[in-house]
């Protein structure tokens, strides 16, 4: 019989757990990708409240099989967390390939389930802005109007001073 410290046996133990976890996940993740109102914004059932639900419920189903006691929102904050670690993993594989970057240097992700949330690779992209402001056709332009460039608010928040040099004009 081999006789292992202590600590090794622990260390083995949590990662077997760890290891049955995420293969766990995995399948969660599986589970969501196949849930479309849950994440793909383009999708009509993605605004529909009920379908979501109904999808959420699904969902969090399949989270007990593994944690009996989760409620929807552990749920839904352990989905936000595997989302955020794979945007800024996400981030980082796209910063090294348009660095210029020979292949050998390239980022390659280390997140355990970084090819599994794939999926949501085309919705974490920022979507072109629209202007939905209507403009009546009959009304005259004052002399005082000056036609501004289109910015974000996203961008005056990171830049102040960018509002104060628009209103400047």
Same mark, same amino acid.
């Given at each position: 019989m081999i006789?292992?410290?202590? &600590?090794? @046996?622990?260390?083995n133990?949590?990662?077997k +757990?760890?290891?049955?976890e995420?293969?766990? =996940?995995? !399948? *969660?993740?599986?589970?969501y %990708?196949?849930?479309?109102? =849950?994440? #793909?914004? +383009?999708?009509?059932?993605?605004?529909?409240?009920? +379908?979501?639900?109904?999808?959420?419920? *699904?969902?969090?189903? #399949?989270?007990k !099989?593994?944690?009996?006691?989760?409620? $929807?929102?552990? /749920?839904k904050?352990? /989905?936000?967390? $595997? @989302?955020?670690?794979?945007?800024? %993993?996400? @981030?980082?594989?796209?910063?090294?390939? +348009?660095?210029?970057?020979?292949? !050998?240097?390239?980022?390659?992700?280390?997140?355990?389930?970084?090819?599994?949330?794939l999926?949501?690779?085309?919705? %974490?992209?920022?979507?072109?802005?629209?202007?939905t402001?209507? *403009?009546d056709?009959?009304?005259?332009?004052? &002399?005082?109007?000056?036609? /501004?460039?289109? *910015?974000?608010?996203?961008?005056?928040?990171?830049n102040?001073n $960018?509002?104060? #040099? $628009?209103?400047k004009?």
């Open positions: 006789h292992y410290p202590s &600590d090794c @046996r622990s260390d133990m949590r990662d +757990k760890r290891d049955i995420h293969k766990f =996940l995995l !399948e *969660v993740i599986a589970t %990708e196949s849930l479309p109102a =849950l994440w #793909k914004i +383009k999708s009509d059932d993605y605004m529909n409240r009920d +379908k979501k639900a109904d999808a959420y419920n *699904v969902l969090l189903q #399949k989270y !099989e593994h944690f009996p006691e989760a409620t $929807l929102e552990e /749920l904050k352990k /989905l936000n967390s $595997l @989302r955020t670690n794979f945007r800024s %993993e996400l @981030r980082k594989v796209e910063r090294s390939a +348009k660095s210029g970057a020979g292949t !050998e240097d390239l980022y390659v992700s280390t997140l355990w389930c970084f090819d599994a949330l999926f949501l690779r085309d919705q %974490e992209t920022t979507a072109p802005s629209r202007n402001i209507v *403009v056709e009959g009304s005259q332009k004052d &002399d005082d109007d000056v036609d /501004l460039p289109q *910015v974000s608010c996203f961008e005056t928040m990171k102040p $960018l509002f104060h #040099k $628009l209103n004009n």
